[in-house]
């Protein structure tokens, strides 16, 4: 094959990378279910599994409803009257339901999530809701950490944000190592959070509050 066929070829197939993946049919994704059922050893059409394939993508239409949402929109409704208030806002103990993108094995735990208003606030049920819009996707306890710290910059333009998580992987715990009672802990720390050590000490205080 000359250079310049080379050339097109991969032409081609950069062409093909950037192409955007087409979502399956419902009965396609039951059918590649019905495939995985037949790969781990039992049989499809027995009793039991007959409305499996239906129930797993009904699953994974709510574990995975985050790729539909935008949290942007979540955080758009601002409230400017804050009558002075220059203080940490913070919300504890926020469940956490995502799925490892190298297993689609669960990790489950809380999300402890600050920010350091300016001028505006937003709805405290909104800064839970973007956790669970980025949660609700195929992640990384890392990027999903990142995300939420980037979303509530972008969105607030607070001095700062801070995000903790602590959670446990099923893709560590039921398989692989089997260590059952490790978590894991990610931060992201921004603005005020980042610079000032007692405040981000204040924040990891207020996480370990009982």
Request: with cysteine; net charge negative.
């Amino acid at each position: 094959m000359d250079a310049l066929a080379k050339d097109r070829n991969l032409i081609g197939a950069n062409e093909l990378d950037l192409q955007p993946v087409q979502k399956p049919s419902r009965d396609e994704a039951m059918e590649a279910v019905r495939t995985l059922i037949a790969w781990a050893g039992d049989d499809p059409r027995r009793e039991g599994l007959i409305d499996t394939p239906k129930r797993v993508i009904e699953a994974f239409g709510e574990w995975f409803e985050g790729y539909g949402l935008d949290p942007s929109k979540e955080l758009e409704r601002i409230f400017e009257d804050v009558q002075g208030y220059d203080d940490i806002v913070m919300l504890r103990d926020i469940e956490v339901e995502s799925h490892c993108e190298h297993h689609m094995a669960p990790f489950l735990g809380k999300a402890y999530v600050a920010y350091m208003p300016t001028n505006k606030v937003v709805g405290i049920s909104k800064l839970a809701r973007v956790v669970e819009i980025f949660s609700r996707r195929l992640q990384t306890q890392e990027t999903l950490t990142q995300q939420i710290a980037d979303a509530i910059t972008d969105n607030l333009k607070p001095a700062g944000v801070a995000v903790l998580i602590d959670a446990k992987h099923e893709c560590m715990t039921t398989r692989g190592v089997h260590h059952r009672h490790v978590s894991t802990l990610t931060t992201q720390f921004t603005g005020v959070f980042k610079t000032d050590r007692a405040l981000q000490d204040r924040f990891i205080t207020f996480c370990n509050r009982p």
